[in-house]
């Protein structure tokens, strides 16, 4: 442990020489991002001109994540689903607008399924738990499959939303909490994130 502190050091050191030693030259900006804002070296924040917060993506964008992550697995039939009667797999989850309009009516559809997992995602229990970030996002049918299938066993597409359902429900459940982390639960304590960019004097 010591000596990895040691090396991060360094690390963080030699970034910072860099940095200077481009300050003056007018044509090089430097961004960066991160979603672990209160663990940057002060130092560094001091050399960023300009710090943008970024915020959560909203329900709309989560669903649009989430949709195109399915649909993916879907168009690599890691998921089975039927498409002989629509024209793409595109038409087996519908856009956003659809499913907010149809939200009320539609029962265990795969786009009111998938409509019920964001509104889980945002429920206070999971805001309190739970840092949303697109790369969380994209993973959680990738983990989600991984826990309920079997090995070389395909699975349909209402099935899968199922599994991702039962899986988001686990994330907020006590029983993942006393479980080490996995990398993608690691994600979950990253709040916003943030954007820097480097400014140079003169």
């Not at 690599?76 to 659809?98: F, G, K, N, Y």
């Not at 009320?104 to 999971?126: D, G, H, M, Y």
């Given at each position: 442990?010591?000596?990895?502190a040691?090396?991060?050091?360094r690390?963080?050191?030699?970034?910072?020489?860099?940095?200077?030693r481009v300050?003056?030259?007018?044509?090089v900006?430097?961004m960066?991002?991160?979603?672990?804002?209160?663990?940057l070296d002060?130092?560094?924040?001091?050399?960023?001109?300009?710090?943008?917060p970024f915020?959560?993506?909203?329900e709309?964008?989560?669903?649009?994540?989430?949709?195109?992550?399915?649909?993916?697995?879907?168009?690599?039939?890691?998921?089975?689903a039927d498409?002989s009667t629509?024209?793409d797999?595109?038409q087996?989850i519908h856009s956003?607008q659809e499913?907010?309009?149809?939200a009320a009516v539609?029962s265990?559809?795969?786009?009111?399924?998938?409509?019920n997992i964001?509104?889980?995602l945002n429920s206070?229990a999971?805001?309190e738990?739970?840092?949303i970030?697109?790369r969380?996002?994209t993973?959680?049918?990738?983990?989600a499959?991984?826990?309920?299938t079997r090995?070389?066993?395909?699975?349909?597409?209402?099935?899968a939303l199922d599994c991702?359902?039962?899986?988001?429900?686990?994330l907020l459940s006590?029983?993942v909490?006393k479980?080490k982390?996995?990398?993608?639960e690691?994600?979950?304590d990253a709040?916003q994130h943030?954007?820097?960019?480097?400014?140079?004097d003169?």
């Amino acid at each position: 442990m010591h000596g990895e502190a040691q090396d991060s050091l360094r690390a963080t050191n030699a970034l910072l020489t860099g940095f200077d030693r481009v300050r003056a030259c007018p044509n090089v900006v430097f961004m960066s991002t991160s979603n672990m804002v209160d663990c940057l070296d002060e130092a560094f924040l001091d050399r960023c001109a300009i710090q943008i917060p970024f915020q959560p993506p909203s329900e709309e964008s989560q669903y649009k994540i989430l949709r195109a992550s399915v649909l993916e697995l879907v168009r690599s039939q890691i998921i089975l689903a039927d498409v002989s009667t629509l024209i793409d797999h595109t038409q087996l989850i519908h856009s956003w607008q659809e499913a907010r309009l149809y939200a009320a009516v539609q029962s265990e559809t795969p786009t009111r399924k998938l409509f019920n997992i964001i509104i889980q995602l945002n429920s206070p229990a999971a805001k309190e738990k739970l840092g949303i970030s697109g790369r969380f996002l994209t993973q959680i049918p990738d983990q989600a499959l991984m826990r309920c299938t079997r090995p070389n066993k395909l699975m349909h597409l209402d099935v899968a939303l199922d599994c991702i359902k039962k899986f988001v429900e686990d994330l907020l459940s006590s029983r993942v909490q006393k479980r080490k982390p996995s990398e993608l639960e690691v994600q979950l304590d990253a709040k916003q994130h943030c954007c820097c960019l480097a400014k140079r004097d003169g």
